[in-house]
Nanobody, 120 residues
Framework: QVQLVESGGGSVQAGGSLRLSCAAS????????MGWFRQAPGKAREFVAT????????YSAASVKGRFTISRDNAKNTGYLTMNSLKPEDTAVYYC?????????????WGQGTQVTVSS
């Protein structure tokens, strides 16, 4: 069992940066892929980025490629999403996920989400 807790969300102006963290509990975190999804008001949940268990392979949605970077530190049981050049359309609740999924596949574990608001 893996429990995920996101932090680092907040409000920022367009062009700014934020770094989201995902703290995992449970001894198996380092054996799971992890990723980030987001959901804006009135819209479907959207895949953002994923990283494999070792951290050697990543994949990002086209909408964030070149602006967002996913990473992880298995020694700290923590994953990260570094977001640069933020746009108002990046405003959403961001969810950390972990499990056997890859890309926008299903993941077994989900966090509660953290709000990111980007103003123009």
């Amino acid at each position: 069992q893996v429990q995920l807790v996101e932090s680092g969300g907040g409000s920022v102006q367009a062009g700014g940066s934020l770094r989201l963290s995902c703290a995992a509990s449970g001894r198996t975190f380092s054996s799971h892929n992890m990723g980030w999804f987001r959901q804006a008001p009135g819209k479907a949940r959207e895949f953002v980025a994923t990283i494999n268990w070792s951290g050697r392979s990543t994949y990002s949605a086209a909408s964030v490629k070149g602006r967002f970077t996913i990473s992880r530190d298995n020694a700290k049981n923590t994953g990260y999403l570094t977001m640069n050049s933020l746009k108002p359309e990046d405003t959403a609740v961001y969810y950390c996920v972990a499990g056997s999924g890859w890309g926008d596949d299903k993941y077994e574990y989900w966090g509660q989400g953290t709000q990111v608001t980007v103003s123009s």
